[in-house]
């Protein structure tokens, strides 16, 4: 038989077989960089929806899998209530300006300590739209402004420089997220920067290339460190925890004698892609997400009551001094669901004159996380004042902390981005970053 095979076929069909092998374990193995990317920022996105269930056989499961499964079981709830919103929320471009914003001091919030009429009406508004916005000391728009410089010039640098400057950005060994500079295939650009244990702001070699550039985005780090600080006390008492339950686990920097670097990021992002909706529908995964107001506005939340919003063009909004403060995936975990992660994108905005051509926003969030090597503890948690979520009030909230305890928050962290029982679809690769 093999004789009627002359050898030039023999070799034709060979080649067919190993590629279609190969185009086969392609298909498999195959992961979007943007995917992989956007994971490693700490977002949930729409394309992290329609989630393709891999089964595999296993012998034996690894501890760390194991561990995994127990934290993905109980918080089952938010897992499945952060998957139907996102799909739920609205692909269609288009939003609304808020005809006045309700702006809340920070200087009230800090002098209530979470228990006042500010930090009360933070509470709701946050509740009923996913998003506040904050009013920073007017004596606060000249670190910010020097902020926005450094940000400029890091961005006007050509890609070697800022390659050579910010580090290729790579997973943050031992941490959450990432950490350096990177471009994306749609063309936005990201700036991950951590803190030292002495203040340093990581990577160093950023000082190199701009002068000032630790000491000036330090200082609007700061700034919106307390920011989120108050928003975690108002909220921790809110729920009924006592003070201190959530807001003595914000990693603030200063809980990295061992020299590693803090979990709690501040990204420089550049949003150049020319798509209609530049970053599409996420949530964070952190704990509170903090935005200051850019000069090019583009940044919408998905408000449950009115649709897309577009806060920072909101009349009354002091944008040389004023942030957007989000609920992340953390939050929504650790107050029992009561403050919902918000689902937010970023939009490019029309130009101011004649309005036909489009701008590169650029934004300097701040993605507050806890520190990620602690531990949870069983919290003090008085269920009888509690406000009521998920129908069971403040027992659900104490039962399901008393469920954690004992968790490692980079393992709750870890679940939030990627459940083990779902593997990455492609539906994100399908759509185009939107």
Known sequence: MEKLISPQRRMILKAILVLTIFQCCSAFLRTPLDVMSR??????TCGHQGKLVMTAVRTEES???????TVASTIR??????DQRLYAAPFAYGSKVPTHADCINLLDLELEDGAGPHSRRLCDILVRDHYAIIKLPRSS?????QMWETADKFFGMDQKEKALAGGKM???ANNVGVIGWGQMSDGNEFLEMRLTANGQIFPPSLDDFIPDFTSSTRRARELLMRASKAVVVAAERKVGLRRGGLSNLLDDGRMHADGSLSSTQHRFCFYKSSSQVAFEAHTDTTFVTVIPCSKIPGLEVLSPEEGWIQPE?????????????MPGEMLQVLTGGQF???IHRVTRSSSSEGGSSAQDRVSAPLLEQIDNKSILLEADTPGTRSEEVYGGGGE???RKLKSLTGTSLFDLHSVLVQPPQFAPSNRQEERGNA
Do not use: M
Not at 77 to 82: A, P
């Open 39 to 44: 994971r490693f920022l700490n977002q949930r």
């Open 63 to 69: 501890v760390v899998e194991a561990t995994r499964r």
């Open 170 to 172: 790579s997973k943050a």
């Open 340 to 342: 919902q992660a918000a």
């Open 77 to 82: 709830d938010d897992l499945k209530d952060l």
């Open 141 to 145: 728009s000249s670190s910010l402004d």
């Open 313 to 325: 063009s909101s009349s009354g909004v002091d944008q040389t001094c004023s942030v957007i403060v």
């Open 396 to 398: 659900y909230l104490r």
